[in-house]
Structure formats: structure tokens, C-alpha cells
């Protein structure tokens, strides 16, 4: 009898544990990964000073209802200068956070990442979340250097951002030119992206003029410095308009000349 009674509670505890699961992380943003209990999520690189969201799938991969309910970053990398945040609790989307700050050294950092699953059907898993601190992960780049245009007409050049990071990021393109000639850009990049930036400039006077085109992060950080230069052209109006052009000497013959041509100047 009470052989019997071993192994109706073994039979009713072998039960319970065959309804209980083991769930796998399905990460979705910024890169899309799957990993099983135990196994490494790599978030991907970041810059010092940018904060990330890692965002999970509640599904677990064992069919409907048999969520996770949130996931929690245990912050082994304090000294470091990171912050880490946990995600809500029974949100359709498992949104964590990871945060650095401008001092933090580049390097490979490994946090441990609990999933939560709910107690009925699926147990809580650990897994690895990985996220490297890598510096220059935002390049900037001019499709053309130098462009020709008229006096008082715009040029466009044109700015190639691209972010390799994980995080988004915000880019200002600052040329150093008066602002009745060029005006500064700000660009919202996503993570893993890449942009085409275009900057009209409007030169006011005729002749070359090479210029520096300055690139920052929203904290101010420069990124890059690029040389741009525009050839602008003198008019058809500049040229009527400059009295001696085309006349190495002014002589009383060349008066009607000078006159002519000041007169059609304004008409143009």
C-alpha cells in the first residue's frame, strides 16, 4: 500500500513538471536574436556617454500564454559608471535599459539577465546580455568636396552620416560659414543606420572659399571635421557691374563703354 502511494505522488509530481517549461529570449531591438537558458544576448556596441534599449519578446516559444512577464538586468559593471533598468512587468514588450557615461572605459561588459516567467507554466531562465563600449562608432563623410555655383544661388553638399551603434543618436552638422550663407543641420539617427545629410550653401561673393564642416553629438562631442570648398562664379550682373571689366585702362574712349555697361548692370 505504501509502495502504491510512492508512486501516485511520484506520478503526480513527474505531472507537475512536465506542465512546467523552459522558455527561450527572443530579443528584438536593436538587433533580432534568439537565445536559449544560459546562452549569450549580444546587444551589439554603443559609445560612452549613450544609453541603450534592449527590448524583449514576451513570447517564449512555447505558444500562446506562456509568457515572460519581465526582464531584469543584474548591474555587475556599477564601478564602471553603467546603469542598468528592468523592464515593466506584464508589458507586451519587455523594455530594458543599459546607460553609460562619457568616462566609461571601452570594453567587452557581460551582465547576467533573469527572464520571469509566470509560476504556473513557465520557470524563470538567466542568460548572459552582453553590450561592448567602442568609441567612433558614428563616421561622417562629404560625397563631394569642392562644387561650383553663381553668386547668391545655392550649392547643396552633401553629408553621409552613419551610426553603427546600437543606440540612436542625435548628429548636428555645423558648418563654419555666416548663416546668411549656410545654416547648421540636426539629424536624429536610429541605431544601424545611415543618413544623407543635405547642406545648401549660398555664397556672397565670387572666388573659392574652403570651409570646415563640423560634426557632434548632441553632449557636444566632436566627431568628425570635414573641408568642404564652393567656387563661386561672378553673374552676368557682376560682371556688367564692375565698371573696368574687361579694360586694362580706362581711357576717355572707353567712357561710353563704362556707361553702357554700369546702365545694363541695373537693369539686370
Known sequence: MKATSNTILLG???????????????????VVQKAKPRETVDAGRIMPGESVEIIFNK????????????ARIQNTHNEEGFITQDSGVGTDSLITKIQTNLLTPEGVYDFPLE???????????TY?????????????????????????????????????SS?????????????????????????HSFKEVSLNVTPRFAGPKTFDIRITKENSETISNLKGTIVANPTLKDRYGAGLYGFPFFTISLVANYLANAFVSFLL
Open 12 to 30: 503526480i509530481a513527474l505531472l507537475c513538471l512536465s506542465t512546467l517549461v523552459w522558455g527561450d529570449a527572443y530579443l528584438v531591438d536593436p
Open 59 to 70: 513570447n517564449s516559444g512555447y505558444g500562446k500564454n506562456v509568457d515572460w512577464t519581465q
Open 115 to 125: 527572464m520571469i516567467g509566470n509560476n504556473d507554466e513557465l520557470l524563470n531562465e
Open 128 to 164: 548572459i546580455l552582453r553590450v561592448t563600449v567602442q568609441k567612433n562608432l558614428v563616421n561622417a563623410s562629404l560625397i563631394a568636396n569642392q562644387l561650383s555655383g553663381g553668386v547668391n544661388e545655392p550649392s547643396t553638399f552633401t553629408v553621409l552620416l552613419v551610426n553603427d
Open 167 to 191: 543606440a540612436s543618436t542625435k548628429i548636428e552638422v555645423i558648418p563654419a560659414l555666416p548663416q546668411i550663407w549656410a545654416k547648421s543641420q540636426i539629424v536624429n539617427m536610429t541605431p
